[in-house]
C-alpha cells in the first residue's frame, strides 16, 4: 500500500488544498491529511475545528484520511508508513522555503519523498489567509471554499 502525507496548517482549508489532494490521492492508495499542532501559531480554528472542516470537506472521498501530529513530520510518517509527502506549490515564492524543508526532511530520513504540485490555475493565488480577510470584510469566498468552510467563517465573523 503506498500512502502519502499532506502536512499543513490548513486554518482553514480552502480549493487550493483540496485540488491537490483530490489529485495526489489518485497516484496513491491513500493520502492523510496531518494537522500541524502547534502552539506557537495563532489560528483562527480550533485544531478540532480544522479537522472537522477537513473531514467534510472529503467525504465520499474513500481513499483519503485526516489526523493530527506534532513533532517533526518526517517520524509521522514513517512512523505511519508513508513513502512520501506531498506540498503545494504556487509561486516561486512558495519554493524557496519548501526547499529548504524538503532537503531537511531528505537530511532527517532519506525514506521519505518530498513531492510537489502545481494546483489548477484558479487557485494559483489562493491562501488561507486571504479567504480569512476577505470573508471578515463580508465578502463572498463560495468559489475558493466548500460550503462547510463558508459557513463556518460566517459563523466566527459574525459573532
Ligand atoms: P503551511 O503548511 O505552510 O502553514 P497551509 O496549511 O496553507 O500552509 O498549506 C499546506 C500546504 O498546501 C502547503 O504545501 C502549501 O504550499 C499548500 N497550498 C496552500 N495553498 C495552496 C494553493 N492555493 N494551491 C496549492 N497548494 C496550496
Do not use: W
Request: one cysteine or more.
Amino acid at each position: 500500500m503506498r500512502k502519502i502525507l499532506y502536512p499543513g496548517t490548513f486554518d482553514p482549508i480552502h480549493n487550493g488544498h483540496i485540488d491537490i489532494a483530490s489529485r495526489a490521492a489518485e497516484l496513491f492508495d491513500e493520502l492523510e491529511f496531518v494537522v500541524a499542532l502547534n502552539p506557537d501559531k495563532e489560528t483562527l480554528f480550533s485544531i478540532k475545528k480544522r479537522i472537522k472542516l477537513i473531514k467534510e470537506s472529503v467525504i465520499g472521498k474513500e481513499n483519503i484520511k485526516v489526523n493530527f501530529f506534532h513533532g517533526l513530520v518526517v517520524d509521522y510518517a514513517s512512523t505511519k508508513g508513508h513513502c512520501a509527502i506531498i506540498r503545494g506549490l504556487r509561486h516561486v515564492s512558495d519554493f524557496e522555503f519548501e526547499f529548504q524543508m524538503a532537503m531537511m526532511n531528505f537530511h532527517l530520513n532519506k525514506t521519505i519523498t518530498s513531492i510537489f504540485m502545481m494546483p489548477d490555475e484558479k487557485y494559483i493565488h489562493l491562501n488561507s489567509s486571504v479567504v480569512k480577510d476577505v470573508s471578515k470584510n463580508g465578502g463572498d469566498v463560495s468559489a475558493f471554499v466548500p460550503p462547510c468552510v463558508q459557513k463556518a467563517l460566517f459563523t466566527k465573523f459574525s459573532k
